[in-house]
């Protein structure tokens, strides 16, 4: 089995996303200038791959690395295909959540400084499925941090993951926002799991195929 690390893009590549992060040095930062962690982990040789199009981003780990990372608290997800099928495959739509749906978000805020005390866990529910995104409404915004977080089903066994945080939907310069973007205000945004699993396949087949390295952890 290939497995991953699956995050955001914006937060592997910031300096990448000058819309997101406004501090002047990132400018000068490229790839090469960085190291990848997992924890208090190198990943050696970690070869952290953007989608592209999308704000997901991902890295192949072997399978003594996946099991430090599921020691660690890292929980083995399904990224498309049915809940119990642990293989990574291509979905045809992203049609696994409606408008609706009851769903719960994951992630790790990084507002709260004490240690231990990081982990959130939101209940909310799909008010819209566009263009390989999901946007959920919660009953507050999801927090800094929590990007790259998994959307769940709620009541599902936890480990079908219907889409990756993005962020949350703000009005840009602080303007006023018109009234269809006011009504999606501070909802959060997903990239959908048929983006997220196709990605992973295309990446498993590069593995497979011997062009891309499964990284380890020192």
């Known amino acids: ?20 992060y406004q501090q002047e040095w990132l400018r000068f930062v490229r790839a090469r200038d ?7 982990k190198e990943l050696d040789g970690a ?7 999308y704000d997901v981003a991902a890295v192949a780990i072997s399978d003594a690395a996946a099991r ?20 990574v495959r291509p979905s045809q739509t992203i049609d696994s959540c409606a408008v609706g749906d009851l769903v719960e978000l994951e992630g790790y805020s990084v ?33 800094m941090g929590m990007c790259g977080g998994p ?10 993951c219907l889409g990756i945080l993005e962020g949350i939907v703000t009005c840009p ?13 501070n909802q959060s945004v997903f990239v959908g799991q048929g983006v997220v699993s196709e990605f992973l396949s295309a990446l498993e087949s ?13």
């Open 68 to 87: 430090v990372a599921m020691a660690a608290g890292i929980v083995d997800l399904t990224v498309g295909g049915d809940e119990g099928d642990r293989q």
């Open 1 to 20: 089995m290939v497995w991953f690390l699956v995050m955001s893009a914006h937060v592997a590549f910031p300096f990448a996303y000058p819309q997101y």
């Open 173 to 185: 310069n602080d303007s006023s926002p018109s009234p269809g973007l006011a009504v999606l205000l």
């Open 47 to 53: 070869e952290v791959i953007a989608h592209g199009v």
């Open 111 to 143: 507002e709260d400084s004490k240690e231990g005390d990081c982990f959130r866990r939101m209940s909310g529910r799909v008010s819209l499925v566009e263009s390989n995104r999901v946007l959920v409404k919660t009953p507050v915004p999801s927090e």
């Open 34 to 40: 960085t190291r990848q962690r997992f924890g208090d």
């Open 206 to 218: 590069d593995v497979r195929r011997g062009v891309l390295r499964p990284t380890e952890f020192s």
């Open 151 to 160: 959307l769940f089903r709620s009541g599902g066994d936890g480990r079908l």
